[in-house]
């Protein structure tokens, strides 16, 4: 079993990993420069960390030690596979505008994508340079990553066979901690979204269960079995 001292989930607001760590006894907290669940403890603009941290500056990384964990899920907008209809100029959402428009969106698009690319080769290099133990998550669907960035450690091809709401491929990777090979199969009645509307539909599929962090963490970084935990994940049931 790892032992860790303290995790950092950055980029996550819907505490549901920082909540089942806890649940754990391991002490978590949530970075993100949102707080629309009403879970991020600390509210700051980490893309300002990175440059800082990148550029030798006093930035939130000073804060971890080896003994921590940094659980990253990093923004996938600009990188997932469905972006790709966009880049080629031929996305339903714009079917009604002209081929000019198409490209200026385009081009518009792919400058963004480049700064948030740039901005997650900096965080590697930050965790790489100070020997932090980070797992970064993303999305595996035609993901842009795939072509243009380190080869993942694991790739969990189905999320539902550990309790998520959607199968949702998805690639880890783990930078100075061992990826674990455990397979918890979810053995619980699998929880239902509700979308309350179109609006908040997309937020809620980028959305991971609370049934499947507590198994991720115990299959993949822990080493562990849930069952071993029982009474304090009884919580996450």
């Given at each position: 079993?790892?032992?860790?001292?303290?995790?950092?989930?950055?980029?996550?607001?819907?505490?549901?990993?920082?909540?089942?760590?806890?649940?754990?006894?391991?002490?978590?907290?949530?970075?993100?420069?949102?707080?629309?669940?009403?879970?991020?403890?600390?509210?700051?603009?980490?893309?300002?960390?990175?440059?800082?941290?990148w550029n030798g500056q006093p930035s939130i990384f000073d804060k971890m030690g080896k003994d921590d964990?940094?659980?990253?899920?990093?923004?996938?907008?600009?990188?997932?596979?469905?972006?790709?209809?966009?880049?080629?100029?031929?996305?339903?959402?714009?079917?009604?505008?002209?081929?000019?428009?198409?490209?200026?969106?385009?081009?518009?698009?792919?400058?963004?994508?480049?700064?948030?690319?740039?901005?997650?080769?900096?965080?590697?290099?930050?965790?790489?340079?100070?020997?932090?133990?980070?797992?970064?998550?993303?999305?595996?669907?035609?993901?842009?990553?795939?072509?243009?960035?380190?080869?993942?450690?694991?790739?969990?091809?189905?999320?539902?066979?550990?309790?998520?709401?959607?199968?949702?491929?998805?690639?880890?990777?783990f930078f100075n901690i061992e990826c674990g090979n455990g397979f918890t199969m979810n053995r619980t009645?699998?929880?239902?979204?509700?979308?309350?509307?179109?609006?908040?539909?997309?937020?809620?599929?980028?959305?991971?269960?609370?049934?499947?962090?507590?198994?991720?963490i115990c299959d993949q970084i822990l080493k562990t079995s849930p069952q071993r935990n029982y009474k304090?994940?009884?919580?996450?049931?």
């Open positions: 079993m790892e032992k860790i001292n303290q995790v950092f989930c950055l980029f996550e607001q819907s505490g549901t990993f920082k909540n089942c760590f806890r649940g754990m006894g391991i002490p978590t907290y949530d970075y993100d420069i949102k707080n629309e669940f009403g879970e991020t403890d600390y509210q700051l603009d980490l893309f300002k960390e990175i440059e800082a941290g964990l940094l659980m990253i899920f990093f923004p996938c907008t600009y990188f997932e596979g469905m972006q790709t209809m966009i880049y080629q100029c031929c996305s339903y959402s714009h079917k009604n505008i002209s081929m000019e428009d198409k490209i200026k969106i385009a081009l518009e698009r792919t400058k963004v994508r480049e700064l948030f690319y740039c901005e997650l080769l900096r965080l590697t290099g930050i965790i790489i340079k100070r020997g932090l133990r980070a797992i970064i998550e993303n999305p595996w669907v035609m993901s842009y990553l795939e072509f243009n960035y380190i080869k993942p450690t694991f790739i969990d091809w189905d999320r539902t066979r550990r309790g998520d709401y959607y199968k949702k491929r998805t690639a880890y990777w009645k699998k929880e239902k979204l509700k979308f309350i509307n179109n609006k908040n539909g997309e937020k809620e599929r980028s959305m991971i269960s609370k049934e499947y962090a507590k198994n991720f304090q994940l009884m919580l996450f049931e």
